[in-house]
């Protein structure tokens, strides 16, 4: 049995945001699969309660992950030092000589200084898992450090044995920018959870009743509020969605689902933010629709399969639906880039649209389960 070693630079537990959600599910099928020994910081987060975080860690140790933990030694404040981890380095370093380590995954680019260590003192190859192209969204915003970003992925690139990305554009902008040959880039899509995500209406009346919307037509946008592109996106709620959709649908409620974030406007009474919830679901099935209206970013948005999966229809820009627009995701899924249509889109669908129940061929593509069973037959042939 081939024995990995899986290299995170985020706190995994609970994994209630996409990325989490990838790792944590694409953990579960290896660990079905291979000996698994997983290093993760100790470093909440989310600010989730002692019992979430017990319940995700007992259901990796139950498929046989061993678990490792730990708090940062470094305490500088720069993007690229501060998961700069010595203690992950040296247990690495024990798993890899005492276990035979044949396989080492780096997910994120930010784990990449540790793993890069670790290859070179020991020769293990490693696989780079790219949820995103960093560097494109550290661009975008114009955050301070982009260019050691690429840099940083540049080097992970050319010295991993395959790299995965989550679409075929992201695939094609490695290949090019980085010289990389395309055979060894895997795409392994982004998935959503079957046994959590489908239509279920059975706590819809109890959100909506504690949120006071009633049967008001109810908006959601859902995510990681302090990953830039949702920050950015909710000011956009605030400042360019809001007001147009009120003027239409007065009796319109936003709700934000996700850790509380401090946002530099003032309150109104109908733009909601529910602070980190248990059961996403639950709210997405409690929703109208769902609105994804991102400008920045790369990959794949997980929240776009999990909407479809409950079967709601979802307004997005271009930038937010990349690498998703197809036949299975077309009857729930509608695109607009200029404010002004964005929102009639909203108040159109919202009016006179029921978009059927999602196709068995959407559920077979986008499971975790599929996903996670395709990357263990490749993983399993190298």
């Known amino acids: 049995m081939k024995k990995i070693l899986f290299v995170t630079s985020l706190y995994l537990f609970p994994p209630f945001w996409g990325g989490g959600q990838r790792t944590y599910n694409l953990l579960k099928s290896l660990g079905n ?25 007992k259901e990796l140790k139950k498929l046989g992950i061993k678990i490792f933990t730990y708090h940062s030694l470094i305490n500088i404040n720069h993007l690229l030092v501060k998961y700069i981890n010595p203690e992950i380095i040296v247990k690495g370093l024990e798993l890899i000589l005492t276990k035979k380590i044949d396989l080492i995954i780096c997910d994120y680019p930010w784990s990449g200084i540790n793993v890069l260590i670790l290859h070179f003192l020991t ?42 990305t989550v679409s075929q554009k992201d695939k094609n902008i490695l290949s090019k920018v980085f010289k990389i040959p395309k055979k060894k880039i895997w795409v392994v899509e982004n998935g959503f959870d079957e046994t959590r995500f489908y239509p279920n209406n059975k706590n819809v009346e109890k959100i909506r009743r504690k949120y006071k919307i009633g049967k008001n037509p109810l908006i959601i946008f859902f995510g990681k509020l302090d990953y830039p592109p949702n920050k950015e996106a909710v000011y956009k ?27 530099e406007f003032k309150p109104r009474k109908e733009l909601i933010f529910t602070g980190l919830v248990k059961n996403i679901e639950d709210y997405v099935n409690a929703a109208d629709i769902v609105i994804v209206p991102l400008r920045v970013g790369s990959g794949t948005r997980i929240k776009i399969l999990e909407s479809i999966a409950c079967g709601k229809k979802i307004v997005s820009t271009s930038k937010g639906a990349e690498g998703l627009i197809n036949k299975l995701t077309k009857p729930f899924l509608f695109i607009a880039d200029d404010w002004d249509r964005f929102c009639e889109l909203i108040v159109e669908k919202l009016s006179n649209y029921s978009p059927p129940k999602p196709s068995s061929s959407f559920f077979k593509k986008y499971s975790w389960k599929q996903i996670g069973e395709k990357l263990v037959q490749k993983l399993k042939k190298i």
Not at 45 to 51: E, F, I, T, W
Not at 131 to 158: F, Q, S, T, V, W
């Open 237 to 263: 709620i605030y400042w360019e969605i809001l007001p147009r959709v009120l003027k239409i649908l007065p009796q319109a409620k936003f709700l934000i689902v996700g850790k509380k974030y401090p946002f």
């Open 33 to 57: 699969n291979f000996e698994v020994y997983f290093l993760c910081p100790m470093k909440d987060q989310l600010g989730a309660s002692k019992q979430l975080e017990k319940k995700y860690r």
């Open 123 to 164: 020769g293990v190859p490693f696989i780079f898992h790219e949820h995103n192209i960093e560097y494109l969204i550290k661009d975008e915003i114009r955050a301070k450090y982009g260019k050691l970003m690429k840099i940083l992925e540049k080097i992970l690139c050319k010295k991993a044995k395959i790299i995965i």
